[in-house]
Structures are given as C-alpha cells and as structure tokens.
C-alpha cells in the first residue's frame, strides 16, 4: 500500500494536513514531482515526506 498513488490537488493537500498552501507550492516546486493538470500524483510515502518536511520548517505544527 506503501506505493499507492493518489490524485490531489495542493490545496486539498494542505487543507488536509493543515499546512500554509504558499508551504505545500514551495515545496512542489523544489522537489521532484511534478503537477498533472494542477493537481499532484504523488504516493503515501511522498505524501508523508512532504508533510514531515513543512513540519521541520515550521516547528509550531502539531
């Protein structure tokens, strides 16, 4: 299940992380995957990379 994909778009992705939008595109932007028709196809492990990677940048998030 590690490698499933999912399709969604960063702002859904912020939301459902409660993370800063402007975070989630910077981040994009930086990394290796790219936005299919503004929205990402990522995996679950990349999802979690993302998410721990914004939250080192910002320490205040849960």
Known sequence: ??????????KVFSKKYYLDYKDVLSYLKLSRIK???????????EEQEIYNHI????????
Request: without cysteine.
């Open 35 to 45: 936005p299919m028709y503004k929205a990402i196809n990522i995996t679950l492990y």
């Open 55 to 62: 939250k080192t940048m910002d320490p205040d998030l849960e």
């Open 1 to 10: 299940m590690k490698d499933s994909l999912e399709l969604i778009t960063a």
